[in-house]
Structure formats: C-alpha cells, structure tokens
C-alpha cells in the first residue's frame, strides 16, 4: 500500500456499481428533515386563526339555522385551504431544492477519474480524495495520505486535530473515533491539514454520525429583522382588532338586543383585521426569494442575507477565480536572465535553460493537482518536456512543508530510487522564495525588477528554488535548507467576459467593488484596468496593511479599492473596518482561513465551485458557478425581493382598512350590515393569492440598479409607507362607504347598497393590486410588464363576482340584489377612483425625475 498521496493506477468504482448501490443503501444522508406530507401541511392550515374564525361562523350559522350561509363558509374554508396549501407546498419545494444544493460536496475517483459530487451521493467502496478544507463525507479506511490531520470535534468534543495515517491492509471494522494515528477517517469531520486517499467503508445512518443521530446538514431558521418587525405589527393589529371586535359585540347586542348577531358580527371584523398575511408573506418571499437566487446560480444558507442584498454597499471580491476564470496558463517563464513566453512559440521546443525550471515547478506540485497553477505547471511539463529525464514519475515524495503566513511557500522533499539524497523543490510567492535562497540587496532588486516586468502584464507570478539535503534527519523549517534561485513562472488567467459590465453595473447602483488578491500589486493592477476597477491610484499590500493600527485602517480604506499580497487572515481586518465605517459588506471566500472574515461579513459569499466546505458552512450564500457576475445579479434579485415585499406589505395594510371599516361603520351607527364572513370570505381568496403570489411574480422596477442601496436601519414600514398605505385603504373607504350612504338614503333598500358597495371594493380591491405594482410607474404603464399570475387573480375575481351577481342562488346566500349595466359602470368607476390620486403622485413624482435624467 502506498503511504504517499498517490491516485495514480487507482480506478475506483464504475457508474454501473454506484447506481447498484444507491438503489440497495440509498443515499448517504441523515433523515434530519422529513418532508411534511400534505396531511402535516393541511393540520397546520386547520390550526391558522382565519380558519377558526370562519370555522366558528359556520357553526353559528347553523345554530342559527341557516344551513345554506353554513355550507357556503364551509366551501370559502376548502377553498382558503387549497390555496394555502398550494402556497405551502411551493415553498416546501423551494426549500427543499435549496437543502439539495446546500449537501457538502465531495470529491471521488470513479472510472479512473476525479469527480466532485454532492456528497449524498457517495456510496459505500468510493475512494475519497481528501483535500484541507473539506468536510469528509462519509466514514473511510484511509489508503494513502500526506501530512494528513482532521478536526473530529464534531464527533468526540476534542478541538485539538488528530493525526492520520495509511493503513496497511484491510482491517474489516471501523475503530471508534479519536486520538492520533488511525487509518479512518470519520463522516462530518473537518480536513485541516494535508491530503489523502480513502476507501468508503459506512455512509448514511450506518456512519458514526449517524449512530448518534446528529443532524448535520439542515435548512437553518432564525428570526430575521424583517419578521421581527412584521411580528410586533401583526402583535399590534391583533391586539387593536380584538378590542374592536368586542366592542362590536358589546354595541351590535345592546343597540340592537342580539347577542348571537353581534357576535357574528364581532367575527366579520375580526376576520377584516386580522393581519395573518403578514407572516406568510414574509415566509413566502424569502423561501420563493432564495428560490430565485439559487437560479442565478446563487445558494441561499441563511435567510437575513437576501434581506442584506438590496443594502449592500461594497462588494470585496477575490480576483482569482471570481474575476478571472481560474484557467491557469503559463504564459512567461523567466530562468538564466532570460525571459520566454510559451504562448508566443507554441509547437516549438523549450530551450535547455528553461528545463530545470519546469522540472522543479512540478516537483513543487503535487502529483495528481487539483490546483490551477499546478495543473498549467503539469500541461507545460508534458507538452516540452514528456519522456525527458526531468519528469521523475519513480521519485518518493517524502515530506511537505506547507505554505504559511510567515512564509508564502511551500517545499516537497523527494527521494530516487537510485540515490540517497534529498532533492527539494520550493515554489511559491517572489518574496519568498528570495528569503529562501538569501539574496543580496543586489539580487533582489533584480528579481523585483524581472516580478514587476511580469505582473505588468497582468501575470501572476510564482518563484521556484531547489535544494540537496544528504542527511537522514529532515529538519522542521524550510530555511534549513540551502535553496538556489531557479526562475519565475508567469502564469495568464484571462478575465471573465462577464465582468466589466457587472463591474459598471456596480457602480451605477451604488455599490464599491475592492478586489483582494495574493498577486502581486503589479498583476493586480493589470487586471483592475482590465475590468474596468476605479480609482487606480491606491493599492495597498498586506505588509502595509499589517503596520497600519484599527484607525488607520478604517481611514485608508475609504479611498483604497485595491489589495495586493494579502493573505487570508487579513480579510478579516478589512471587514471589520468597512463594518466600522458604516458600509454593508459582502465578501467572498474559498479556503479555511477565509471562514472568520466570511461569517463577520454581512453577507458572505463562498465559492461552490473551488470553496472548501468549512468556507461554505461559514458563508451567508453560496456562488455555484464563482463568478462575479452572479454576485452582482443576486444584489439585483435582492433589491427586487424587498421592493415586491414592501409593494405586498403595503397591499395588505390597505386593503384591510376598507374591509374594517366596512364591518365597523354600519354597527356604530346602527345601520344595516355591509359585510358578514361570508363577504370578508370571498376577499380573502383575492387578498391571498394577489398578496404572496401576484406581488412576488412582479417583475424588477425599471432603473432598480440604478439607485443607492437600501439603508439597512430603516425599517419597512417607514413613515412614507405607512402613510402611503393607510391613505390609500382610507380614500378606498371613503368611495365605498359613500357609495353605500348614497343607495342607502336614496331608499334603494338594504340589498342594492349592499350590493353595490361590495362590487365597488371588489373593484377598488383589484385597482390597489394594479397600482401597487409599481410606485414609481402609472398603473398603465405596467400592463405592458407580464405577471401571468395577476391575470388569473383579476379574472378569477371578475368571475367569482359574476357568478354571486347574476346567479339567483349565490345571489340570495349573499344578500345581493341583480345589477344593471349602469349599475356595474358606476361601479367601475367608484372602484377605480379610489386610487387615483396615487396614479396622479406617480406621475407627478416622474415629471419632477425627468430633467434629472
């Protein structure tokens, strides 16, 4: 058995024994979130206050003995209860797509090739290849490893990082987890340092996580600002409609001596009051919210991120990868004095002087790379160099020293098979690898010349040394060694096409983009002018970085968008002094040392693609694809997000203010009856869908990324829409009421008042759902903007209303009396007038834009 990390000649399973297995075990997962079935979904419905409202007028009615009135609220309850459970199930779906995506990921040999999977779909006899950062997917008998240690505090409570190593042959069992020196690996536990091979031996409920029933991997519910700010509203109506209601009882019983009618009546405007819509609202656009996102190739982990999106106001971003497109290529090599660009000569040889710089760049690599560099370093060595006696396939890798923030570089130490000595291979940043090989002033101001020649062209570059070692006794440091300056590797990592525009469309909405790299400022610079960076005036290193105090910091950074040779650990300084300035910050992030500056981000970003999974765990949201753009779309999703909520919020609250009003009017001053749960009924099935449906499936408002972003503090009820809303429901209530007093007093008797004033709120209804559209646009102007959704509300209501007007039965359940065309005009007219003063503002509001623009 191999002991070095070595996936060569190693085929794994085929896709033929992996869907064998999936259908025999299943996945590998715990059954920590059990879908609810319909029945769970229906139970919760039954239990929803508005259910029991209209389930107690049902049972008055039938008190009362009026069956038919029964029958109806009871077909207004399956009715609620379908769209409820439509609304419920949608939302299940939404999340449950986004718990598929949020699986840790892992990484297999199947048919002789390296694969990234989700990691349920491991099966058991996969070989894992086990890289830092990652999260191991399933229990596992370690084959090869290097410098191998994990994190298993998960699992026994111990912080410290225990050591692994190979195991010589199968050894049938799993030993139980912890303590150093085991070949077996364990489910949930974290690779913090080295790599390595291993072979599956348990997944799912049969690993040790799943023995002790540990739910990993769940859909997190916390309370968001936004729910707590909509639950001490909704706290408020309650409390306003409950004192309300019993008045009405008190009043309706003593004005007209009919306690079972004035409760009835207490009921209707209890239902007219009631605010459940709010929480369900909320709870719908997030999850349909995330939704959405996640089709911008964005996962959604925790829900107050899409409330943070429309107010982010800097993006911190990784050049690498996320600006690029992370395909490394050598572009310019640098050895013996001489510059090379393999670009320009390709299909040519490489001249002898550059051979020992390619050799000892792959033996910095590791054999089998997953790292870009490494693998642009892999494909120079097999184009020039293949089958030479500088690719060394027999040699032993011994020993690695890994990459540090002390030094940026790392060292592999190898062994021939013909000799006894150590040759060791260095590659890493300039700097570095200067201070490995100690050069003179002279010297290194030489190399800083030849570095910044390169970085000017937007290369990153990396500087290799080598080293003999002939003692048996490796030593613990790197600078122990005796190292020789070999070259500079240039490496090209074209931008992303994608990128300037998204970087333009940044900056028209008001959000600062500061890219952060580990490049040299030279390359960081290059790629800046490429992608359209402003201003370039300012870049500041992580060694300047490091000697500037938490004040100094928050000052520069004001004005720096650019950050050169900053390692990981930085991050988090820069987020904390963008936070201490005020700004919203979004951050991005791939590796384990990423983790803190991510989870102290407002809004951290992981990479799905190249991201370790302790970065995914610590991030807000996931970019799937790791590109820059699908950051930018999602800041667009965001602020789409909380405008359409802001519109349904303020629906809500207007047209529940006509609706009380109707149902609290006539029994102050002892006149008939406008509306009984069976009216507020039929309103609900248009409030419902139009409120969570129709509002969500509004398209973006024009110009949306063209404004400053959203001030996190203010709340969403503000004082403007508050008052917006309150005067939209009051002028609707006028109109409606008005027209009720006029049929009334004209002695056109109980049930054409009625009748008309309920088709003009029918009306009035739908004119709010079409001018709340959109409050910076006529009502007119909308139509044009497609909302399949809204037109299956408007017709069904239309319909609905058709059907209680003209047909004699529903027409007598509902107390109504036939209309004529005048009649219905007049209507029309009255409903619609209700919002014309705010269609007026609107334009108003435009014409005052428009010099502006």
Known sequence: MLHEMNADGIIGLTDDQVAERLEVEGYNELPSSKKRSVFAIAFDVVREPMFLLLAACGTIYLLLGDLQEALMLLGFVLVVMGITLYQERKTERAIEALRDLSSPRARVIREGGVKRIPGREVVRGDILVLVEGDRVPADAMVLSCTNLSLDESLLTGESVPVRKIPCDSDMGEMACPGGDDLPFVYSGSLVVQGQGLARVLAVGMQTEMGKIGKALHAVETEETPLQRETNRLVRYLAGLGILLCALVVVVYAITRGNWLNGVLAGISLAMAMLPEEFPVVLTIFMALGAWRISQ??????RVPAIESLGAATVLCVDKTGTLTLNQMSV?????GGAFYSTNARQGTSLPEKFHELVEFGILASQNDPFDPMEKALKRLGEDYLAGTEHIHTSWTLVQQYPLSRELLSLSHVWKSPDERDYIIAAKGAPEAIADLCHMDERATRMLVSHVHAMAGEGLRVLGVAKAAFVQTNLPHEQHDFTFEFVGLVGFADPVRRSVPASIKESYQAGVRVVMITGDYPGTALSIARQIGLAPLDEIMTGPELDALDDSELQERIRTVNIFARVVPEQKLRLVNALKANGEIVAM??????????????HIGIAMGGRGTDVARESAALVLLDDDFSSIVQAVRLGRRIFDNLKKAMAYILAIHVPIAGLSLLPVLFKWPLILSPIHIAFLELIIDPACSIVFENEPEEAGI???????????????EVLALSLLQGVSVLGIVFAVYLVALFRGQGEEDARTLAFSSLI???????????????????????PNVALWWVVGGAMSFLGLVLYIPPLRALFHFSKLHRLDLALCLAFGIAGILWFEVLKVYRLRRQRPVS
Do not use: C, E, Y
Request: net charge positive.
């Open 588 to 601: 991005t992030g791939d590796g384990v040392n990423d983790a803190p500056a991510l989870k102290a981000a």
């Open 331 to 335: 572009s310019k090599i640098f050895a």
């Open 296 to 301: 911008k190739q964005v996962l959604t982990r």
């Open 705 to 719: 990324m063209k404004r400053s972003p959203r001030d996190p503090l203010k709340p969403l009820f503000s004082k």
């Open 763 to 785: 009306i009035a209804n739908l004119a709010l759902i079409m001018t709340n559209r959109s409050w910076s646009h006529t009502a007119l102007t909308t139509l044009r903007s």
